[in-house]
């Protein structure tokens, strides 16, 4: 079991940038691959970008392709987003999630949620 911890919200204006952390605990956290996704009000959840165990693979939404950047550090068991060129439309909270299997945009593959952390871009 692993539990998810996210950091690094906020306030930001349209162009701007944000590095969203998810801390995770337990000893096992190469194990996972990780995905992020954001769920804005009244819209359903989805996904955002995700990396294998290793980290030597990673994917995106084709809505933050070449602005969002997905990494990890399996020796600090953290996973990051960096935000880029941010815009009104990236508004949402962002959650971080942990997955035993990599290769799949879909939420309900993904066994572990952090509790999210919030993003607003104003225009």
């Known amino acids: 079991q692993v539990q998810l911890v996210e950091s690094g919200g906020g306030s930001v204006q349209a162009g701007g940038s944000l590095r969203l952390s998810c801390a995770a605990s337990?000893?096992?956290?190469?194990?996972?691959?990780m995905g992020w996704f954001r769920q804005a009000p009244g819209k359903e959840r989805e996904f955002v970008a995700a990396?294998?165990?290793?980290?030597?693979?990673?994917y995106y939404s084709d809505s933050v392709k070449g602005r969002f950047a997905i990494s990890r550090d399996n020796a600090k068991n953290t996973v990051y987003l960096q935000m880029n060129s941010l815009k009104p439309e990236d508004t949402a909270v962002y959650y971080c999630?942990?997955?035993?299997?990599?290769?799949?945009?879909?939420?309900?593959?993904?066994?572990?949620w952090g509790q999210g952390t919030q993003v607003t871009v104003s225009s």
């Open positions: 999630a942990a997955n035993n299997n990599y290769g799949t945009k879909s939420a309900s593959a993904y066994s572990y």
């Open positions: 337990g000893r096992t956290f190469s194990s996972y691959a």
């Open positions: 990396i294998s165990f290793g980290g030597s693979r990673r």
